[in-house]
C-alpha cells in the first residue's frame, strides 16, 4: 500500500468523494488517498438522507447554499446520465394546509425565482390534485426541476470515476483518522504522509478542525431524524415528492413524503436531539457525545429557545399516532396500517455559541489543510460544486500547478 500522498481527503461521504474526483478531473496526476473509518463509503449522512435532489427554492439568494445547490443540481444531473446513477427529476408539490402557510408559499416561490428556478408555479386543489391525487390543502406549489437520486450508489460511482483517472490514487475504508501533525496522518491502518488534508468529517467536523489547532466558536450537535414508510398496499397515495411549507426558524423541511429510487415511500423525517452523534436507536448514547454537547452554551440557548418545538418533536418520536397525524396533515386518509417503521439518519447541525443554528455552508482553511466545517441539507445536491469550490481553494492554497 502507498504511503506518501499529495493531497489527504478525511471522510468517504458524498461531498469528500465529490471533491476528490473535482481535484482528480482537473489534476489527473495528484495521488490523492481518501480515509473512510466505516467498512463501506457513505454509511452516515450521505447514505442516509432523504435521497431528494433539491431544486434550490429554499435558501437565502446569494447564499452558497442557494449558488452551490442550482449549480451542484445540473452538475450532479450531467453525472448522473454520463455514469448511469438511479435519479428521477420527477418534481415536488409544497403544500399549505391554512392561509398563514399560503401566504409563505407564496413568498417561497418569489425566493425560488430569485435564485434561478424555472416553472415555479402556484396550484389550486383541482390543480394539484391531478398530480397528487390523495394530498388535501389550500393551496400548494409545483416545483418542477425537484427529483429523487440513489446517493449511496452516487458515492460509489464517484470512486470509480476517481479509480478510473488515477490508479494511484487510493480509497481505503475501514480506516480511522487518529491524529495528524505536519505531514503525518496516524490511522487505525499506520501511519501515511500526505502534503494537504482536506476534511470532509460530516459529524465530526469540529473534533477533526480541534485536532488541527483550529479555533472555533462553534460545535456540532447531532439531531436524529426517523423515518416511517408507506406500507405496499398505501404506497400508491403517494406519486412521487409531497412537501408541507416550512418553518423559516428551523433548518428542518418538516415531516415530508418521499419515493425513493427503489419505489418505496418514505415519511419524515422528524429531528430531535441524539445523545450520540452516530446514533441510530432512541437509546443510543454516548457520554463523550452528550457531555461535550450540553455543557455547550449554543445547546443550552437552542433549548431555551426551541423547547416546545423539541418537545413536540420527542413527543412524536415515541409516537406512531403523533407522527401520523403529523402525515394526515396532507393525506388525511392515512391511518396507522398505512405506515411501518423505517430507517433513521442523524444530521449534522453547526450550532454557535449564541445558540443560532449556522445554516450556510462553512469551508475554511487553516494551516496547509481546508476543513469542511459545516455542510448541511442540501449538500448531497450541491456535491460537486462544493467539489467544485474547494478545488479551487486547493488550487490556491496548496498551490497547484
Same mark, same amino acid.
Given at each position: &500500500?502507498?504511503?506518501?500522498?499529495?493531497?489527504?481527503?478525511?471522510? +468517504?461521504?458524498?461531498?469528500?468523494?465529490?471533491?476528490?474526483?473535482?481535484? =482528480?478531473?482537473?489534476?489527473?496526476?495528484?495521488?490523492?488517498?481518501?480515509?473512510?473509518?466505516?467498512?463501506?463509503?457513505?454509511?452516515? =449522512?450521505?447514505?442516509?438522507?432523504?435521497?431528494? $435532489?433539491?431544486?434550490?427554492?429554499?435558501?437565502?439568494?446569494?447564499?452558497?447554499?442557494?449558488?452551490?445547490?442550482?449549480?451542484?443540481?445540473?452538475?450532479?444531473?450531467?453525472?448522473?446520465?454520463?455514469? %448511469?446513477?438511479?435519479?428521477? /427529476?420527477?418534481?415536488?408539490?409544497?403544500?399549505?394546509?391554512?392561509?398563514?402557510?399560503?401566504?409563505?408559499?407564496?413568498?417561497?416561490?418569489?425566493?425560488?425565482?430569485?435564485?434561478?428556478?424555472?416553472?415555479?408555479?402556484?396550484?389550486?386543489? #383541482? =390543480?394539484?390534485?391531478?398530480?397528487?391525487?390523495?394530498?388535501?390543502?389550500?393551496?400548494?406549489?409545483?416545483?418542477?426541476?425537484?427529483?429523487?437520486?440513489?446517493?449511496?450508489?452516487?458515492?460509489?460511482?464517484?470512486?470509480?470515476? /476517481?479509480?478510473? /483517472?488515477?490508479?494511484?490514487?487510493?480509497?481505503?475504508?475501514?480506516?480511522?483518522?487518529?491524529?495528524?501533525?505536519?505531514?503525518?496522518?496516524?490511522?487505525?491502518?499506520?501511519?501515511?504522509?500526505?502534503?494537504?488534508?482536506?476534511?470532509?468529517?460530516?459529524?465530526?467536523?469540529?473534533?477533526?478542525?480541534?485536532?488541527?489547532?483550529?479555533?472555533?466558536? &462553534? =460545535? $456540532?450537535?447531532?439531531?436524529?431524524?426517523?423515518?416511517?414508510?408507506?406500507?405496499?398496499?398505501?404506497?400508491?397515495?403517494?406519486?412521487?415528492?409531497?412537501?408541507?411549507?416550512? %418553518?423559516?426558524?428551523?433548518?428542518?423541511?418538516?415531516?415530508?413524503?418521499?419515493?425513493?429510487?427503489?419505489?418505496?415511500?418514505?415519511?419524515?423525517?422528524?429531528?430531535?436531539?441524539?445523545?450520540?452523534?452516530? +446514533?441510530?436507536?432512541?437509546?443510543?448514547?454516548?457520554?463523550?457525545?452528550? !457531555?461535550?454537547?450540553?455543557?455547550?452554551?449554543?445547546?443550552?440557548?437552542?433549548?431555551? %429557545?426551541?423547547?416546545?418545538?423539541?418537545?413536540?418533536?420527542?413527543?412524536?418520536?415515541? #409516537?406512531? #399516532?403523533? !407522527?401520523?397525524?403529523?402525515?394526515?396533515? &396532507?393525506?388525511?386518509?392515512?391511518?396507522?396500517?398505512?405506515?411501518?417503521?423505517?430507517?433513521? +439518519?442523524?444530521?449534522?447541525?453547526?450550532?454557535?455559541?449564541?445558540?443560532?443554528?449556522?445554516?450556510?455552508?462553512?469551508?475554511?482553511?487553516?494551516?496547509?489543510? /481546508?476543513?469542511?466545517?459545516?455542510?448541511?441539507?442540501?449538500?448531497?445536491?450541491?456535491?460537486?460544486?462544493?467539489?467544485?469550490?474547494? &478545488?479551487?481553494?486547493?488550487?490556491?492554497?496548496?498551490?497547484?500547478?
Amino acid at each position: &500500500m502507498q504511503k506518501k500522498f499529495n493531497i489527504a481527503i478525511v471522510g +468517504g461521504g458524498v461531498v469528500g468523494l465529490a471533491t476528490a474526483y473535482q481535484l =482528480q478531473t482537473n489534476f489527473p496526476d495528484l495521488n490523492i488517498v481518501i480515509f473512510e473509518k466505516e467498512k463501506k463509503l457513505a454509511f452516515h =449522512q450521505s447514505g442516509r438522507n432523504s435521497g431528494v $435532489i433539491h431544486s434550490g427554492l429554499y435558501y437565502k439568494p446569494g447564499s452558497l447554499k442557494a449558488k452551490n445547490c442550482v449549480k451542484g443540481r445540473k452538475q450532479l444531473i450531467h453525472f448522473a446520465k454520463k455514469r %448511469n446513477v438511479n435519479f428521477d /427529476i420527477c418534481g415536488k408539490i409544497v403544500v399549505a394546509t391554512n392561509d398563514q402557510d399560503a401566504l409563505r408559499l407564496e413568498k417561497l416561490k418569489i425566493n425560488g425565482e430569485k435564485n434561478g428556478l424555472k416553472g415555479l408555479k402556484l396550484l389550486t386543489p #383541482s =390543480q394539484f390534485k391531478k398530480i397528487e391525487p390523495n394530498v388535501e390543502g389550500i393551496k400548494a406549489l409545483w416545483v418542477p426541476e425537484s427529483g429523487i437520486i440513489d446517493y449511496q450508489q452516487l458515492t460509489e460511482k464517484l470512486a470509480e470515476s /476517481i479509480k478510473s /483517472i488515477n490508479t494511484k490514487t487510493d480509497i481505503i475504508t475501514n480506516c480511522k483518522v487518529l491524529d495528524y501533525k505536519d505531514s503525518n496522518i496516524k490511522t487505525s491502518k499506520g501511519d501515511f504522509y500526505a502534503n494537504h488534508i482536506i476534511f470532509c468529517g460530516g459529524l465530526f467536523s469540529d473534533r477533526l478542525a480541534l485536532k488541527d489547532k483550529f479555533a472555533l466558536d &462553534m =460545535q $456540532i450537535v447531532g439531531f436524529r431524524g426517523d423515518y416511517y414508510r408507506l406500507s405496499d398496499s398505501a404506497k400508491s397515495k403517494v406519486n412521487n415528492l409531497v412537501y408541507p411549507v416550512p %418553518n423559516s426558524k428551523f433548518p428542518f423541511l418538516g415531516v415530508h413524503f418521499t419515493r425513493m429510487t427503489n419505489g418505496n415511500v418514505e415519511c419524515g423525517p422528524n429531528a430531535v436531539f441524539t445523545f450520540k452523534r452516530e +446514533g441510530y436507536c432512541k437509546t443510543s448514547f454516548s457520554f463523550k457525545d452528550s !457531555f461535550q454537547a450540553l455543557k455547550f452554551s449554543g445547546t443550552h440557548k437552542l433549548f431555551i %429557545n426551541h423547547w416546545k418545538f423539541g418537545l413536540n418533536e420527542y413527543k412524536r418520536a415515541f #409516537s406512531k #399516532s403523533l !407522527f401520523l397525524k403529523e402525515l394526515q396533515k &396532507m393525506i388525511p386518509s392515512l391511518n396507522k396500517n398505512d405506515i411501518v417503521k423505517g430507517r433513521t +439518519g442523524v444530521r449534522a447541525i453547526a450550532l454557535g455559541s449564541d445558540g443560532k443554528i449556522i445554516d450556510d455552508f462553512s469551508i475554511v482553511r487553516n494551516k496547509k489543510n /481546508i476543513h469542511v466545517l459545516n455542510a448541511p441539507s442540501p449538500a448531497a445536491t450541491a456535491c460537486l460544486a462544493i467539489g467544485e469550490k474547494i &478545488m479551487e481553494e486547493a488550487k490556491k492554497h496548496f498551490k497547484i500547478l
